[in-house]
């Protein structure tokens, strides 16, 4: 069978090509191996305003740098004396309210880059902003410790550079029953008949044969997993809600997966980012709601921990188009309900000194929240993962 007519005729979904060669070889292995505790890790694609998200409504800085886009502060649902929640975040207001919620403000790097692909490669890999790493912290994360791509899913259609690693990638899933509808098409059978062929060999389709055949055992499982679960949770109508009602059911499943990925797109607010903002912000929370509510019924929430970031923050000043122009230190949402410091981690930055570019000055470097979740949560020595020590914080 030649390479043409190979690739004319694999019809797999581009994740399956993820899987490398060698997971039978652990598909024995016992679920405790890697322990019962779970991460679920969202990101705000597109840079998310975070002073118009939590909001400094006594600040004088704050309006005056934002004479059209500043909430009011009577549209600010307030959670102290200087800081309060956007009106669209009700639901995490709830849950900030119950102690499952840390706030950790100011959270970047040094030298931030402003590009949404370049910040987005920084968060995912860990690296420094001089740095261009091909593995991510996850991904870096299955090589240590997990061995199966499972063990890290990403509930959408493709795979994010943070789950990919020298040896092991993860599974990017958006829909368990399609990824197994895919491994079982005809053509793709057909190609595995081949595998045999004498002529086949690590140099030319040897691997991605193999890597096909352990990415069809990966798919069946996944789905048999799956179906196994019931969500008696009812979610909003959305493509966020769809991707974190498959985690909650594949976690109630008791899949071996450690840590699961998904985005909220659509946080690139050059203009017009009253109305946008606050419609993505109202996803995310309502869906935040619904997830937690879905783990608190399924007896999971104990063991999840739930981390939001997004690549970079907003320029302090708005914009002439009504809207922010890229920034550098934000916020981060750890939800959990085995926090340490519930609540407001930290004070949120100087408003009137600011950096060379107009931006928040980062005070907590965010591979400091990564060592954290990776030593306190996940159990594993996080300064091989992240290829350096950074301070351990104690949120969990």
Wanted: net charge neutral.
């Amino acid at each position: 069978m030649d390479r043409r007519h190979f690739l004319k005729q694999s019809t797999l979904a581009s994740s399956l090509f993820f899987v490398p060669n060698f997971i039978k070889a652990f598909e024995s292995l016992p679920s405790h191996t890697l322990g019962f505790k779970r991460l679920v890790v969202i990101q705000l694609s597109g840079g998310n305003d975070g002073l118009n998200t939590i909001i400094p409504f006594n600040n004088d800085d704050y309006y005056r740098n934002r004479p059209t886009i500043g909430i009011s502060k009577s549209d600010v649902l307030r959670a102290s004396d200087d800081l309060g929640f956007h009106k669209s975040l009700l639901p995490l207001k709830k849950l900030f309210d119950q102690g499952h919620l840390t706030i950790i403000n100011n959270v970047g790097y040094p030298n931030p880059n402003r590009s949404h692909f370049r910040a987005t490669d920084i968060w995912q890999t860990a690296s420094n902003s001089n740095q261009y790493w091909q593995t991510g912290w996850i991904g870096r994360y299955l090589d240590e410790y997990g061995n199966k791509p499972f063990n890290a899913l990403e509930i959408d259609d493709s795979l994010s550079l943070a789950l990919k690693g020298h040896k092991t990638n993860g599974i990017a899933v958006k829909n368990p029953y399609v990824l197994f509808k895919t491994s079982q098409d005809p053509y793709f059978k057909n190609v595995l008949n081949h595998y045999q062929d004498e002529h086949l060999s690590e140099h030319n389709l040897g691997y991605l044969y193999k890597t096909m055949i352990t990415a069809e055992s990966s798919a069946k499982y996944i789905f048999e997993k799956h179906k196994t679960a019931v969500s008696k949770q009812d979610y909003p109508s959305n493509e966020f809600a769809k991707q974190m009602k498959t985690t909650a059911k594949l976690i109630a499943s008791n899949i071996e997966t450690k840590v699961f990925y998904s985005s909220l797109d659509g946080f690139d607010t050059h203009a017009g980012q009253l109305n946008s903002q606050a419609r993505l912000l109202k996803t995310y929370a309502e869906t935040m709601e619904a997830f937690v509510n879905d783990l608190k019924q399924q007896g999971t929430f104990n063991d999840t921990l739930i981390v939001t970031f997004s690549e970079f923050g907003r320029r302090v000043k708005q914009n002439a188009a009504n809207g922010t122009d890229h920034g550098a230190a934000s916020n981060v949402f750890i939800i959990g309900n085995q926090l340490k410091t519930p609540g407001f981690y930290n004070d949120l930055a100087s408003l009137s000194d600011l950096d060379d570019n107009g931006d928040l000055k980062y005070t907590i470097d965010f591979r400091s929240i990564y060592a954290t979740i990776l030593d306190k949560w996940l159990a594993v020595d996080d300064e091989t993962i992240l290829n350096t020590s950074f301070q351990k914080l104690n949120f969990i």
